[in-house]
């Protein structure tokens, strides 16, 4: 199993990021795909997610409305798509192939692969 995160980097308050996780060695649609992150000093905390079954997408309280993931099956790959970007929002963030249940988003223990994160800076 691989999961590679890109799309990180600096950007200002209010601008835009799309994160990209390409999937591999492993049956991408049997699945689901969740974003994580962590700041310094905090704890992991899940984003969002996106299930394998119907495609359904849930969030944070913190990013609703701001975010949105999304993926293409045949690409095997998973996006979240950052708007409206906060200082708050900085952090790695990870991609993690798992189990994806309605208000269970911050649940890490769903998740048993893990890319190695892509770094998030929104500047003030």
């Known amino acids: 199993v691989q999961l590679v995160e890109s799309g990180g980097g600096l950007v200002q308050a209010g601008g835009s990021l799309r994160l990209s996780c390409a999937a591999s060695?492993?049956?991408?649609?049997?699945?689901?795909i969740g974003w994580f992150r962590q700041a310094p000093g905090k704890e992991r905390e899940g984003v969002s997610c996106i299930s394998s079954s119907d495609g359904s997408t849930y969030y944070a309280d913190s990013v609703k409305g701001r975010f949105t993931i999304s993926k293409d099956n045949a690409k095997k790959m998973v996006y979240l798509q950052m708007n409206s970007l906060k200082p708050e929002d900085t952090a790695v963030y990870y991609c993690?192939?798992?189990?994806?249940?309605?208000?269970?988003?911050?649940?890490?223990?769903?998740?048993?692969?893990w890319g190695q994160g892509t770094q998030v800076t929104v500047s003030s």
């Open positions: 060695g492993f049956t991408f649609d049997d699945y689901a």
């Open positions: 993690a192939a798992g189990v994806c249940l309605k208000d269970y988003v911050n649940r890490a223990d769903f998740f048993g692969s």
